[in-house]
Protein backbone atom coordinates (compact mmCIF):
# COMPACT_ATOMS: atom_id res chain seq x y z
CA UNK A 1 0.00 0.00 0.00
CA UNK A 2 1.45 3.32 -1.15
CA UNK A 3 0.56 6.84 0.76
CA UNK A 4 0.53 10.15 -0.72
CA UNK A 5 3.95 10.94 0.78
CA UNK A 6 5.38 8.17 -1.61
CA UNK A 7 4.84 10.26 -4.39
CA UNK A 8 6.42 13.48 -3.09
CA UNK A 9 10.37 13.98 -3.46
CA UNK A 10 12.27 16.60 -0.97
CA UNK A 11 11.34 19.08 -3.02
CA UNK A 12 8.25 21.85 -2.52
CA UNK A 13 6.86 23.12 -5.65
CA UNK A 14 8.08 26.19 -6.64
CA UNK A 15 4.61 27.16 -8.44
CA UNK A 16 3.30 30.88 -7.08
CA UNK A 17 1.40 30.31 -4.54
CA UNK A 18 -1.93 29.67 -5.15
CA UNK A 19 -1.21 28.41 -8.43
CA UNK A 20 -3.68 25.68 -10.45
CA UNK A 21 -0.90 23.56 -10.71
CA UNK A 22 -0.94 22.69 -7.28
CA UNK A 23 -4.80 21.24 -7.28
CA UNK A 24 -3.59 18.55 -10.12
CA UNK A 25 -0.25 17.43 -8.06
CA UNK A 26 -2.68 16.69 -5.48
CA UNK A 27 -5.05 14.95 -7.57
CA UNK A 28 -2.39 12.95 -9.37
CA UNK A 29 -1.22 11.43 -6.31
CA UNK A 30 -4.79 10.55 -4.78
CA UNK A 31 -5.14 8.59 -8.01
CA UNK A 32 -1.96 6.76 -7.82
CA UNK A 33 -2.70 6.07 -3.79
CA UNK A 34 -6.47 4.92 -4.63
CA UNK A 35 -5.37 2.97 -7.51
CA UNK A 36 -2.81 0.82 -4.92
CA UNK A 37 0.00 1.87 -7.20
CA UNK A 38 3.63 2.34 -5.67
CA UNK A 39 6.18 5.14 -7.24
CA UNK A 40 8.05 2.42 -9.38
CA UNK A 41 4.81 0.74 -10.98
CA UNK A 42 4.23 4.43 -12.69
CA UNK A 43 5.40 6.34 -15.49
CA UNK A 44 4.83 9.54 -16.07
CA UNK A 45 6.28 11.80 -19.09
CA UNK A 46 6.46 15.74 -18.80
CA UNK A 47 6.62 18.24 -21.13
CA UNK A 48 8.50 21.62 -20.67
CA UNK A 49 6.31 24.48 -18.59
CA UNK A 50 5.12 25.17 -15.24
CA UNK A 51 2.92 22.07 -15.70
CA UNK A 52 6.05 19.96 -16.82
CA UNK A 53 8.35 21.45 -13.77
CA UNK A 54 6.37 18.93 -11.65
CA UNK A 55 8.62 16.29 -12.56
CA UNK A 56 10.65 17.38 -9.71
CA UNK A 57 7.96 17.30 -7.14
CA UNK A 58 6.38 13.57 -7.92
CA UNK A 59 8.46 10.92 -6.99
CA UNK A 60 7.69 8.28 -9.93
CA UNK A 61 9.41 6.74 -12.72
CA UNK A 62 9.89 9.81 -15.15
CA UNK A 63 11.01 11.52 -18.26
CA UNK A 64 11.25 15.25 -18.60
CA UNK A 65 11.80 15.48 -22.03
CA UNK A 66 11.69 18.39 -24.53
CA UNK A 67 8.97 20.92 -24.94
CA UNK A 68 5.62 19.76 -26.99
CA UNK A 69 7.12 16.41 -26.94
CA UNK A 70 6.03 14.47 -24.06
CA UNK A 71 3.22 12.40 -26.15
CA UNK A 72 5.99 10.80 -28.25
CA UNK A 73 7.64 9.55 -25.24
CA UNK A 74 5.01 8.02 -23.93
CA UNK A 75 4.15 6.54 -26.84
CA UNK A 76 7.47 4.95 -27.44
CA UNK A 77 7.11 4.00 -23.68
CA UNK A 78 3.62 2.42 -23.95
CA UNK A 79 5.43 0.79 -26.71
CA UNK A 80 8.42 -1.40 -25.03
CA UNK A 81 6.04 -1.97 -22.28
CA UNK A 82 2.30 -1.92 -22.59
CA UNK A 83 1.81 -3.37 -19.28
CA UNK A 84 2.53 -0.58 -17.30
CA UNK A 85 0.44 2.16 -17.20
CA UNK A 86 1.88 5.57 -18.80
CA UNK A 87 0.29 9.26 -17.60
CA UNK A 88 1.93 12.26 -19.72
CA UNK A 89 1.63 15.75 -18.22
CA UNK A 90 1.72 19.38 -20.33
CA UNK A 91 0.65 23.07 -20.53
CA UNK A 92 -2.09 23.92 -23.39
CA UNK A 93 1.26 25.73 -25.30
CA UNK A 94 2.80 22.18 -25.17
CA UNK A 95 -0.35 19.70 -26.21
CA UNK A 96 -2.48 22.23 -28.09
CA UNK A 97 0.51 24.19 -29.48
CA UNK A 98 3.65 22.82 -30.57
CA UNK A 99 2.75 19.36 -29.50
CA UNK A 100 -0.72 19.24 -31.60
CA UNK A 101 0.78 17.15 -34.56
CA UNK A 102 1.76 14.37 -32.03
CA UNK A 103 -1.53 14.82 -29.68
CA UNK A 104 -3.73 14.52 -33.13
CA UNK A 105 -2.14 11.07 -34.33
CA UNK A 106 -1.87 9.49 -30.61
CA UNK A 107 -5.49 9.85 -29.81
CA UNK A 108 -6.42 8.69 -33.84
CA UNK A 109 -4.36 5.88 -33.00
CA UNK A 110 -5.43 5.31 -29.81
CA UNK A 111 -2.93 4.52 -27.79
CA UNK A 112 -3.40 3.65 -24.03
CA UNK A 113 -2.22 6.65 -22.34
CA UNK A 114 -3.62 9.01 -20.03
CA UNK A 115 -2.47 12.76 -21.24
CA UNK A 116 -3.01 15.73 -18.27
CA UNK A 117 -3.05 19.44 -19.68
CA UNK A 118 -2.62 22.24 -17.20
CA UNK A 119 -4.59 24.82 -19.25
CA UNK A 120 -4.18 27.74 -17.83
CA UNK A 121 -4.91 29.75 -21.59
CA UNK A 122 -1.69 31.45 -21.26
CA UNK A 123 2.29 30.67 -21.51
CA UNK A 124 2.75 30.47 -18.04
CA UNK A 125 6.57 29.45 -17.59
CA UNK A 126 7.86 32.23 -20.39
CA UNK A 127 5.93 34.56 -18.50
CA UNK A 128 2.46 35.35 -19.67
CA UNK A 129 1.95 35.23 -23.32
CA UNK A 130 -1.33 33.94 -25.63
CA UNK A 131 -1.97 30.19 -26.42
CA UNK A 132 -3.63 28.01 -28.07
CA UNK A 133 -6.47 28.56 -25.52
CA UNK A 134 -6.55 31.61 -24.78
CA UNK A 135 -9.92 33.67 -25.57
CA UNK A 136 -10.57 35.37 -28.66
CA UNK A 137 -9.30 38.69 -27.46
CA UNK A 138 -7.80 38.18 -24.63
CA UNK A 139 -5.01 41.21 -23.56
CA UNK A 140 -1.45 39.51 -22.83
CA UNK A 141 1.92 40.37 -23.19
CA UNK A 142 2.48 38.97 -27.11
CA UNK A 143 -1.22 40.48 -27.96
CA UNK A 144 -1.28 43.60 -26.76
CA UNK A 145 -4.88 44.62 -29.02
CA UNK A 146 -6.44 41.32 -27.72
CA UNK A 147 -5.61 37.64 -29.17
CA UNK A 148 -6.78 37.77 -33.16
CA UNK A 149 -6.95 33.87 -33.38
CA UNK A 150 -10.30 31.65 -32.57
CA UNK A 151 -9.19 29.07 -29.30
CA UNK A 152 -8.54 25.58 -29.44
CA UNK A 153 -11.50 23.71 -27.96
CA UNK A 154 -9.75 20.52 -26.83
CA UNK A 155 -12.46 18.41 -26.23
CA UNK A 156 -14.42 18.53 -29.58
CA UNK A 157 -11.06 18.13 -30.84
CA UNK A 158 -10.35 14.94 -29.22
CA UNK A 159 -14.16 13.55 -29.61
CA UNK A 160 -13.53 14.26 -33.67
CA UNK A 161 -10.40 12.63 -34.16
CA UNK A 162 -10.98 9.61 -32.11
CA UNK A 163 -9.88 9.45 -28.56
CA UNK A 164 -11.76 7.11 -26.55
CA UNK A 165 -11.66 8.82 -23.35
CA UNK A 166 -12.32 12.75 -23.05
CA UNK A 167 -13.00 14.95 -20.08
CA UNK A 168 -12.46 17.85 -18.94
CA UNK A 169 -11.44 18.52 -14.78
CA UNK A 170 -11.00 21.89 -12.52
CA UNK A 171 -7.62 22.27 -10.43
CA UNK A 172 -10.04 23.53 -7.87
CA UNK A 173 -12.42 20.75 -7.74
CA UNK A 174 -9.53 17.54 -6.81
CA UNK A 175 -12.26 15.43 -5.96
CA UNK A 176 -13.47 15.13 -9.04
CA UNK A 177 -10.27 15.45 -10.99
CA UNK A 178 -9.02 12.54 -8.83
CA UNK A 179 -11.79 10.45 -10.62
CA UNK A 180 -11.29 11.54 -14.04
CA UNK A 181 -7.71 10.95 -13.43
CA UNK A 182 -8.49 7.35 -12.16
CA UNK A 183 -11.32 6.73 -15.01
CA UNK A 184 -8.61 7.73 -17.70
CA UNK A 185 -5.82 5.40 -16.52
CA UNK A 186 -7.98 2.67 -15.72
CA UNK A 187 -10.01 3.45 -19.41
CA UNK A 188 -8.23 0.76 -22.19
CA UNK A 189 -7.06 3.74 -24.84
CA UNK A 190 -6.69 7.78 -25.13
CA UNK A 191 -7.47 9.56 -22.36
CA UNK A 192 -7.63 12.96 -23.04
CA UNK A 193 -8.37 15.35 -19.38
CA UNK A 194 -8.15 18.89 -19.98
CA UNK A 195 -8.02 20.34 -16.90
CA UNK A 196 -9.00 24.22 -16.95
CA UNK A 197 -5.90 25.46 -14.44
CA UNK A 198 -5.65 28.97 -13.07
CA UNK A 199 -2.53 30.74 -13.63
CA UNK A 200 -2.74 33.14 -11.06
CA UNK A 201 0.13 34.99 -11.78
CA UNK A 202 -0.57 35.60 -15.49
CA UNK A 203 -4.01 35.19 -17.08
CA UNK A 204 -5.78 38.16 -15.21
CA UNK A 205 -9.33 37.20 -17.15
CA UNK A 206 -9.73 33.17 -16.16
CA UNK A 207 -9.35 33.46 -12.29
CA UNK A 208 -10.59 30.77 -10.12
CA UNK A 209 -13.42 33.11 -9.04
CA UNK A 210 -14.21 33.32 -12.98
CA UNK A 211 -14.62 29.54 -13.07
CA UNK A 212 -16.24 28.92 -10.06
CA UNK A 213 -19.29 31.18 -11.46
CA UNK A 214 -19.58 29.23 -14.29
CA UNK A 215 -18.59 25.40 -14.02
CA UNK A 216 -21.33 22.66 -13.53
CA UNK A 217 -20.90 19.09 -13.71
CA UNK A 218 -22.05 16.80 -16.39
CA UNK A 219 -22.65 13.78 -14.29
CA UNK A 220 -25.52 16.21 -12.20
CA UNK A 221 -27.56 16.44 -15.67
CA UNK A 222 -27.49 12.98 -16.37
CA UNK A 223 -25.23 13.43 -19.03
CA UNK A 224 -24.54 10.14 -20.58
CA UNK A 225 -20.77 9.59 -22.14
CA UNK A 226 -21.47 6.86 -24.78
CA UNK A 227 -23.79 8.94 -26.61
CA UNK A 228 -21.27 10.67 -29.04
CA UNK A 229 -23.53 13.51 -30.60
CA UNK A 230 -24.37 14.74 -27.04
CA UNK A 231 -20.95 14.40 -25.98
CA UNK A 232 -19.95 16.77 -29.26
CA UNK A 233 -23.51 18.90 -28.41
CA UNK A 234 -21.72 19.59 -24.47
CA UNK A 235 -18.26 20.40 -26.48
CA UNK A 236 -19.64 23.15 -27.94
CA UNK A 237 -20.77 24.91 -25.17
CA UNK A 238 -17.27 26.19 -24.45
CA UNK A 239 -14.97 27.56 -25.48
CA UNK A 240 -17.19 30.11 -27.52
CA UNK A 241 -15.72 32.12 -30.38
CA UNK A 242 -17.28 35.41 -29.21
CA UNK A 243 -14.59 38.07 -27.73
CA UNK A 244 -13.55 38.22 -24.06
CA UNK A 245 -16.53 39.43 -22.18
CA UNK A 246 -15.75 39.63 -18.18
CA UNK A 247 -19.43 40.10 -17.98
CA UNK A 248 -20.86 36.90 -20.38
CA UNK A 249 -21.52 34.61 -17.80
CA UNK A 250 -20.82 31.20 -20.24
CA UNK A 251 -21.73 27.68 -18.80
CA UNK A 252 -18.60 25.54 -18.92
CA UNK A 253 -19.56 21.69 -18.77
CA UNK A 254 -16.87 19.19 -16.02
CA UNK A 255 -16.25 15.97 -15.81
CA UNK A 256 -16.59 12.88 -18.90
CA UNK A 257 -17.95 14.11 -21.76
CA UNK A 258 -17.35 11.02 -24.08
CA UNK A 259 -16.34 7.55 -23.57
CA UNK A 260 -16.24 4.59 -25.98
CA UNK A 261 -14.25 0.88 -25.92
CA UNK A 262 -12.43 0.87 -28.90
CA UNK A 263 -9.35 -1.30 -29.81
CA UNK A 264 -5.65 0.66 -28.86
CA UNK A 265 -2.68 0.66 -31.07
CA UNK A 266 -1.02 -1.99 -28.82
CA UNK A 267 -3.57 -4.76 -29.06
CA UNK A 268 -3.57 -4.29 -32.80
CA UNK A 269 0.05 -4.93 -33.10
CA UNK A 270 0.48 -8.98 -33.12
CA UNK A 271 4.40 -8.88 -32.28
CA UNK A 272 2.73 -8.07 -28.75
CA UNK A 273 -0.03 -10.36 -28.41
CA UNK A 274 1.50 -12.84 -26.15
CA UNK A 275 4.77 -10.66 -24.61
CA UNK A 276 5.18 -7.03 -23.74
CA UNK A 277 8.63 -5.77 -26.01
CA UNK A 278 10.58 -5.83 -22.85
CA UNK A 279 10.00 -9.39 -21.42
CA UNK A 280 11.16 -10.79 -25.26
CA UNK A 281 14.31 -12.39 -25.67
CA UNK A 282 16.28 -10.80 -28.47
CA UNK A 283 18.85 -13.69 -28.69
CA UNK A 284 16.73 -16.09 -31.37
CA UNK A 285 15.92 -13.23 -33.69
CA UNK A 286 16.82 -14.03 -37.01
CA UNK A 287 16.89 -10.53 -38.86
CA UNK A 288 19.06 -11.81 -42.07
CA UNK A 289 16.14 -13.42 -43.53
CA UNK A 290 14.14 -10.17 -43.47
CA UNK A 291 16.82 -8.27 -44.68
CA UNK A 292 17.28 -10.34 -47.39
CA UNK A 293 13.47 -9.58 -48.10
CA UNK A 294 13.28 -6.10 -48.37
CA UNK A 295 17.45 -5.26 -49.84
C1 LIG B 1 11.21 24.05 -28.74
C2 LIG B 1 10.91 25.08 -27.70
N1 LIG B 1 10.24 26.19 -28.05
C3 LIG B 1 9.95 27.12 -27.11
C4 LIG B 1 10.35 26.95 -25.81
C5 LIG B 1 10.03 28.02 -24.78
N2 LIG B 1 8.93 27.64 -23.93
C6 LIG B 1 9.14 27.00 -22.76
S1 LIG B 1 7.72 26.69 -21.94
C7 LIG B 1 6.81 27.43 -23.16
C8 LIG B 1 5.31 27.57 -23.06
C9 LIG B 1 4.76 27.29 -21.72
O1 LIG B 1 3.36 27.30 -21.75
P1 LIG B 1 2.50 26.00 -21.51
O2 LIG B 1 2.95 24.89 -22.37
O3 LIG B 1 1.07 26.39 -21.65
O4 LIG B 1 2.86 25.57 -20.02
P2 LIG B 1 2.72 26.36 -18.63
O5 LIG B 1 4.06 26.98 -18.36
O6 LIG B 1 1.64 27.38 -18.77
O7 LIG B 1 2.38 25.27 -17.67
C10 LIG B 1 7.62 27.90 -24.18
C11 LIG B 1 7.11 28.60 -25.39
C12 LIG B 1 11.05 25.76 -25.49
N3 LIG B 1 11.45 25.49 -24.25
N4 LIG B 1 11.33 24.85 -26.45
S1 LIG C 1 3.35 31.43 -13.71
FE1 LIG C 1 1.20 30.79 -13.58
S2 LIG C 1 1.20 28.60 -14.14
FE2 LIG C 1 3.31 29.18 -13.65
S3 LIG C 1 3.56 28.65 -11.47
FE3 LIG C 1 2.95 30.82 -11.58
S4 LIG C 1 0.72 30.81 -11.40
FE4 LIG C 1 1.35 28.73 -11.93
Known amino acids: MSTVKDFETSQFPTWCPGCGDFGIWT ?47 ATGIKLANHKLPVVAI ?116 NTFHWFYQRLYELDKEGHDPADKAK ?3 RAMEWPTQLKV ?8 PTGLFYQESRATYTDELPQLSDQALVEQTLGNIQIEPLMKKIS
Not at 142 to 168: C, H, K, N, Q, W
Not at 245 to 252: A, H, L, M, S, T
Request: glycine residues 14%; neutral net charge; charged residues 15%.
Open 27 to 73: ALKNAFVEQGLLPHQTCVVFGIGCSGNMASFLNVYGFHGLHGRSIPV
Open 231 to 233: AWA
Open 90 to 205: GGDGDGYGIGLGHLIHAMRRNVDITYVVHNNQIYGLTKGQTSPTSEHGLVTKSTPFGAIEMPIDPIALAIDVGATYVARGFSGNAKQLTELIIGGMKHKGFALIDVMQPCVTYNHL
Open 245 to 252: DENRVDRI
